[in-house]
């Protein structure tokens, strides 16, 4: 993979990271709490918001479902125009 494409990816990867944060924060979560209503362990929430592990996606489903989100695909333009707004 080209520099470009990496540095590109990595972007996309710490936005998303910085969304599920501000996920967990919203809903006056703990790393504790987001994982005892999933049923992962607290490890698990603290790899991922410390960009120490990619989870798979039945894992962030499980994780997401219980506030109320899931994991869709977006065009990458569509997500940051939203962003802006």
Do not use: W
């Not at 790393?31 to 039945?58: C, D, F, K, W, Y």
């Not at 994780?63 to 989100?69: F, H």
Request: no cysteine; net charge positive.
């Amino acid at each position: 993979m080209d520099k470009n494409k990496e540095d590109k990816l990595k972007e996309l990867e710490y936005d998303f990271v910085q969304d599920f944060i501000k996920l967990r924060k919203d809903n006056h979560l703990t790393q504790e709490a987001m994982a005892n209503q999933s049923g992962v362990i607290r490890l698990t929430i603290t790899r991922i918001e410390n960009l120490i592990t990619s989870p798979q996606i039945n894992t962030l489903i499980k994780i997401l479902e219980p506030v109320g989100y899931t994991v869709k695909i977006v065009p990458i333009d569509k997500k940051k125009k939203s962003k802006k707004d």
